[in-house]
């Protein structure tokens, strides 16, 4: 079955909108504005790509890249919910999410629609060695940016270091040469008073 360009076309006009959804991560490179979801999401599957070889176990990098380029799309309709909210806020997100998912996907003809969704899903689950690196490569990505932002949004949020430990956890397990730079990083920001530290 062969299909036109207007088949996509919704789709892809669809995209634009999470140009809009902002983050809580700011940009000191362009005036302090606060990131978008497109800009994130490009950004870590370039660092994804740029780190691929950390993962201990093999991944299919294009896979990975892929799935971490639909992963917000979601976000058009659900918004970006900032990692550290109330557990109760993340599960009523996550059901947000997975309606987005269906119907942003749904705008795809039916075999581009249920393969876009599964890897949305695979992704969200984190149990293949493919979508654990993608995760861990969302997850750490704010790591980055905080560090060259002397404490960015944990600084503006009163974060403290073992939440920032516990989200990026699957780092630990499936790229422990990262963790064990995040972990130095983490050391840093609480002498800097960037993070505060552990909770006791």
Sequence with gaps: MSFLPEDFSAFICELDKLKSVKRQITLPCDGDRQENSAEHSWHVALMASTLAHYSEKPIDVSRVIRM???????????????????????????????????????????????????????????KTPDAEFAKAMDRVLPVFQNMQNQGGSWNKHAVTRDKIEKRNLHLKHCAPKLWDYVTRQLDTAVQNKWLLPAKS
């Design 68 to 126: 971490i380029l639909i992963h917000d799309v979601v976000e058009i309709d659900a918004g970006d919910l900032f990692a550290f909210n109330e557990a109760s806020e993340h599960d009523a997100q996550a059901q947000k999410e997975l309606d987005a998912a269906k119907r942003i996907f749904g705008l795809l003809p039916r075999s581009f629609a249920d393969e876009l969704l599964s890897l949305w899903v695979e992704f969200e689950e984190a």
